[in-house]
Every structure is written in structure tokens, then in C-alpha cells.
């Protein structure tokens, strides 16, 4: 477990740098921008990362877990690289020209925003961070993506200025993105030499990457679907309102993917040998998942209300609601993730994950039609958690025999518990305080001291003792 402590850590310590980016960003843009222009901004990149999708499928997942497979002989690796990368680049070029085709034809008053929209559909052929994943190379893609963030945010906060400004926003968060990913390329050279392949190698890979877009287009429809139906059925303004609700639920579930951006790559490898123990690891790594779950769940109830009001400002009351409802998702989410990235894509049970995501997305997009013309983005986010619970409790029943769900529940249901009780005890101490601000620091702080101390005894006896042991 070292190698997968050590890539842990580093994706933990990447993703708190990350979570800066958006404390800082999202008051300051709530501030000078103003919800329908974070409003029409998220409108518009809801339509273009549909594209986005497009033009990757299920190219992430297959790619991370054919490159896992082979990573140890250069040979096969640049020849699994090349057949993928070549089906990407054929994908996104015609993503590219039917997202051209929209914005002539279709997004009338957005037309110029969605324009610059543009940049993150054509970042898409540049994004090969499924090779460095696969291969669980994570510092390099980690270490460009932290250093554009930085950039963004200085360009953010120099340009960026009032509500009108919405297009050097666009702008800017579009071009950035396109700049990291070519740095992914850039750098692909020292680990594979890419060959136009032949069409006979591309067959084999166009049934998986079908297979697993399906999954990727369900979660499409209640990840970024809710944001093009809330703003046609809803409004802009309220689109603005989950944008940002929906940006500090991210904040921990980011924590909860980084552990499987580590673990796939690595349970691919392990399942290559019929004979291996992957349950092992599995639990360790769901009992990680259902403490981190469980804590960021109840952390995120506990200090919605000042959050919205530090963050965003005046006019962002509303964002209380919404977070403490997508917090909700946040347990489902971890479950589920454990499940997905360190079972059945590594075992090849793509037919599980399929009718998981498509069935949670059928849900979700009833609920948004008939919840949104009255709820508004408060329906946005019942369909959101309805549509994680119902990924978890799918994916559980259809691995009960082959995984040991009762323990994982019991760990669950410890951890909730506990939480519970850290969030109850945070409440009544810092409820005392009278400043909003300096109350939210306080609940965050003694939020995170009393879970360490609540779940010590797991770190010692689970994580480091297993990098202990490695060494």
C-alpha cells in the first residue's frame, strides 16, 4: 500500500490547493458578476461540455485501464496510446464541428459567451491525463494543473471587474483549461511514441469505449443536463444560485475522486491475476470513503448557512438550502465510487456500471421535469441526491455476493454517527459566535480537529500502518 498511500496523499494535498481556487473565486465573481452572470456562464458551459462528453465517450476510464494493464512494456503501452489517442482525436474533431454548427444555429443571445466556450472542446484533444493515471504518473498532471489554476485566478482577478464581464470570465477559464492540456501532450513523448495506427487495432477498443460512454452520458444528464434544464425551465438566476451551491458540495467530493484516480489504475493492474486479493484493499478503501463521506457530509450541513453568507454575499440566501440538500449526495457519492473505480470498471463489469448510471439518470431527468417549473434549482438538487442514492444502492445489491456490503454498511453506519455527533457538538459551541466569518472558520476548524480525533484509531491502523509495513 505504500505506492498507493504515497499517490494518495499527493492527490489529497493537490486538492486542498484546489479548494483554495474556489474560495477565492466564488466570492470575489458573486461579488463583481452577480448570479445571472454566473447564471448565463454556467448555462453555456452546460451546452459545451455536452460536446465535451461527446468527443471523449468512455475514453477515460478504457484508456486508465488499458494503459494500467501494459504499463510495464513500452512497446505495448505506445501501441495501446496510439489506437485510444487516435479514436480521441477522431471524436473530438467531430464534436468540434457539431458544437460550431449549435452555436451558428441554435444559441441565439449567447452566441458570442458560447463562442468562447469554444477552447474547452478543442483542450479535449489535448487530454490524455488517462495515460499519466493509467501509468500512475499523477505529479506531473497535478503539478500543471496547480500552476494554470494559479494563473487563472491572477488573470480572474486582475480582468474580471463587473457583471458585463462575463465574456473575459468565459474567456479565461476556457483558455487556461486548453493551455493545461496541451502540456499533457507536450510531455507524452518521454513515456510513449505514438504511430498512426492501423484500423485492425482500433476495433478491439470502440465496444468498451462505447460501452462505458453510456455510464458517462447518464451522469451527463444530472451533472450537467440539470444546469441546461434548470436554466431553460427554470431561470438564469436560479441557475446562478446552484452553480455556486454546487461548487462548495464539489470541494469534498473532489477529495472523495482523488482516491479513485489513485485506486483504478492500480486495482487494474492487481486484477490482472485471477488469483489476487482485491478485497482487501477495497475495504480499506471504503472504510476511507465512508469516514470521508460521512464528515464532509455533516461538515457541509453544519456550515451552510455561513458560507453562503461569507462566500457569496447579499442575494445568495437561497445557496443555504441548496448546499445542505446536494450535501446529502455526498455519502452516496463515496460509496458508489469505491464500487465503480475499484471493482467494476477494473474486473470489466461495465454492464453493471452502465445500468446503474443510465437508470440514475432516467430518475433524475423525471424529477427535474416535474420539479423544476415549481422548485427551481431546489428540484435541481432533489433529482441530484435521488440520482447518487440510487447509483449506491444499485451497484451494492449487484456486487452483495462478490464484496462484503454488510461490513461496508456497518463502517457506514459508525462513521454517520459519529459525524453526527462532531457536527451537534460544533454547533453548540461555535453557535456562541456572533460574526459570520469568523464563525465559519471556527466550525471548520473544530469540525476537522474533533474528526481527527474521532478517527485516529483508523489512520493509525489502516493507513500508515500500511505504509509502515510496505516500507
Given at each position: ?85 487516435t ?32 477552447p ?41 471587474k ?21 502540456f ?27 460501452v462505458?460512454?453510456?455510464?458517462v ?20 438566476t ?13 470541494l ?88 465503480r ?87 453548540a ?43
Amino acid at each position: 500500500m505504500k505506492s498507493e498511500n504515497k499517490n494518495f496523499l499527493v492527490n489529497i494535498g493537490y486538492q486542498v490547493l484546489i479548494m483554495a481556487f474556489p474560495l477565492i473565486t466564488v466570492p470575489y465573481t458573486s461579488r463583481v458578476m452577480g448570479a445571472e452572470s454566473i447564471g448565463t456562464y454556467s448555462y453555456t458551459y452546460s451546452i459545451v461540455n455536452l460536446f465535451m462528453l461527446a468527443g471523449m465517450l468512455g475514453i477515460s476510464n478504457h484508456g486508465n485501464r488499458s494503459v494500467a494493464r501494459c504499463r510495464n512494456d513500452r512497446t505495448a503501452l505506445s501501441k495501446v496510446f496510439s489506437e485510444v489517442y487516435t479514436i480521441q482525436l477522431a471524436l473530438c474533431g467531430l464534436a468540434i464541428v457539431g458544437y460550431v454548427c449549435y452555436v451558428i444555429a441554435f444559441s441565439g443571445g449567447y452566441a458570442f459567451i458560447a463562442l468562447l466556450q469554444t477552447p474547452f472542446l478543442i483542450s479535449v484533444c489535448f487530454d490524455i491525463s488517462w495515460l499519466y493515471f493509467g501509468m500512475e504518473q499523477f505529479l506531473l498532471p497535478l503539478t500543471r494543473n496547480l500552476a494554470v489554476k494559479i494563473l487563472t485566478l491572477i488573470l480572474m482577478l486582475l480582468l474580471v471587474k463587473a457583471p458585463d464581464d462575463v465574456w473575459k470570465y468565459t474567456a479565461i477559464m476556457s483558455g487556461s483549461t486548453l493551455v493545461s492540456n496541451i502540456f499533457l501532450v507536450a510531455a507524452a513523448p518521454r513515456y510513449v511514441q505514438y504511430k498512426l495506427p492501423m484500423s485492425s487495432g482500433l476495433h478491439p477498443h470502440i465496444k468498451p469505449i462505447i460501452v462505458l460512454f453510456i455510464p458517462v452520458l447518464a451522469f451527463s444528464i444530472y451533472h450537467v443536463m440539470d444546469k441546461t434544464m434548470l436554466g431553460a425551465f427554470g431561470s438564469i438566476t436560479e441557475l446562478g444560485y446552484f452553480e455556486n451551491a454546487e461548487k462548495i458540495t464539489n470541494l469534498p467530493s473532489a477529495v472523495i475522486t482523488a482516491l479513485g484516480t489513485v485506486m483504478l489504475p492500480r486495482m487494474s493492474f492487481i486484477m490482472k491475476d485471477a488469483a489476487a486479493d482485491y478485497r482487501t484493499p477495497i475495504m480499506a478503501s471504503m472504510r476511507l470513503a465512508c469516514i470521508l463521506g460521512a464528515c464532509m457530509c455533516g461538515g457541509l450541513i453544519l456550515v451552510a448557512n455561513d458560507a453562503s453568507t461569507f462566500l457569496f454575499g447579499a442575494g445568495f440566501e437561497r445557496c443555504e438550502m441548496l448546499i445542505r440538500v446536494l450535501a446529502l449526495a455526498v455519502v452516496a457519492t463515496a460509496w458508489a465510487n469505491v464500487i465503480r473505480t475499484q471493482y467494476l470498471i477494473p474486473k470489466g463489469l461495465d454492464g453493471v456500471y452502465v445500468r446503474s448510471t443510465f437508470g440514475a439518470g432516467i430518475i433524475n431527468l423525471a424529477i427535474n421535469l416535474a420539479l423544476i417549473p415549481t422548485l427551481g434549482a431546489l428540484g435541481t438538487c432533489i433529482g441530484t441526491v435521488a440520482a447518487e442514492y440510487f447509483i449506491a444502492i444499485y451497484q451494492t445489491l449487484a456486487t452483495w455476493k462478490q464484496l462484503d456490503a454488510k461490513r461496508y454498511i456497518h463502517d457506514l453506519a459508525t462513521a454517520l454517527i459519529k459525524a453526527v455527533v462532531i457536527a451537534l457538538v460544533c454547533l453548540a459551541i461555535c453557535s456562541r459566535i456572533d460574526t459570520s466569518a469568523l464563525r465559519l472558520f471556527a466550525e471548520i476548524a473544530l469540525f476537522i480537529l474533533l474528526s481527527l480525533a474521532f478517527f485516529s484509531r483508523y489512520l493509525k491502523e489502516e493507513f500508515f500502518a500500511n505504509s509502515r509495513e510496505a516500507k
